[in-house]
């Protein structure tokens, strides 16, 4: 059974900026963006295919797309038939409503097959319509698919990069690309979280529910080890929303010995941590630029396991290793490696070490000075000049 996929139309039917957004990630960074562009621009009409946080910064929400978010070969064939509505609704809003610029916030598999279809059907401006499009946050091409740079140039009027080795990645086209700057640099980031050296442990397994549903319970299994050595070791589990807190819950229920050591946490409260066990996404990024020390941890289905193996390209999951390869700020362990020894004893190491704090601190500065630039252009410039919003 399909969900309920009605899209919502504004009174106004005049749209200057559609942004489309299918993860929490890119749903917070387009929310940041949207509450610089209207500071300035207060006359600027925007709609989002996204989630809350654009929604909350004042974005019409047309439809809660990051409801559907999912991760793995596996887990988007099983909601095939629930994308393709979605595709279909969005091509018919599109058409109905006509914005005058479409912002794709990664999401490569929906929003790259969007820009395709726009152009086909003589919508967007490379197809010989009126509607640019354009995109914010690259998808991962230097670690996988690196050849879809080249559909991006036939179909995309402008590119905006969050890490400043991506530009490179595009020298062979003609796409214009720009840096500007990672989101959680801006002056009005808020981060979810903080170092505190007597703060509690953080678990973060994800934000949808196949990585919570993998992840977690390896987590779990790390802190009950940890609590032996540890008996006063608190910890705390984020939540974006009330689905994944049922799930938390339901896995919570069946931990009785630990259940009552952690701390579930839903909304937008900042959480102050001494370290964290977290999956390889977003809030790893946000840890390493907080100064948190921690371990990276990553489960997922065995098949979507091998293919990543075979297109990956890169030697590290988390960002903040990527970024700073000579010195990776976190262990990572991967599927049956992910488990609850191997992991406490890493977490251990931390724990016990007086200069872990210390060592974070410093990469945090290390990577806060690689994702900003004395001369990159802000991200609303950029926007407004790649769109002629102006």
Known sequence: MIANLQFNS????????????GEASGDQHGALLVEDLISIYPHLRCAAIGGPCLQEKGAFLVYPLVKHAVVGVIEVLKNYRTFQQIFSNTIEWIRKHKPKCILLIDYPGFNLRLAKELKKIGISVKGGGKVKIIQY????????????RFLMEKVLDGLGVIFPFEVDCYRDTELPVTFVGHPFTKSNFRSPVQYDSNGPLLLLPGSRSQPVERILPVLLDAYEHLLINYPLLKAQIPVPDSKIRELVSTL??????IKDNIQVVEGETILWASAALMSSGTMSLSCALAGI??????????????????LVKVPYLGMANILLPDNPPYPEFLQHNANGKVLSASITKILIDEQAGKEAAGN??????CLTSSNQKSTVDWLVQVASLA
Request: hydrophobic content about 45%; some cysteine.
């Open 10 to 21: 504004p009174s106004d039917q005049s749209i200057d900026l559609l942004i489309i957004a």
């Open 252 to 257: 919570l229920s069946k931990r009785k010995k």
């Open 293 to 310: 020390p921690g371990v990276i941890a990553y489960r997922a289905h065995p098949l979507t396991y091998c293919i990543g193996r075979m």
């Open 364 to 369: 945090a500065k290390k990577l806060i000075a």
């Open 137 to 148: 946050v690259s998808p991962q091409l230097w670690a996988w698919k690196p050849k879809r």
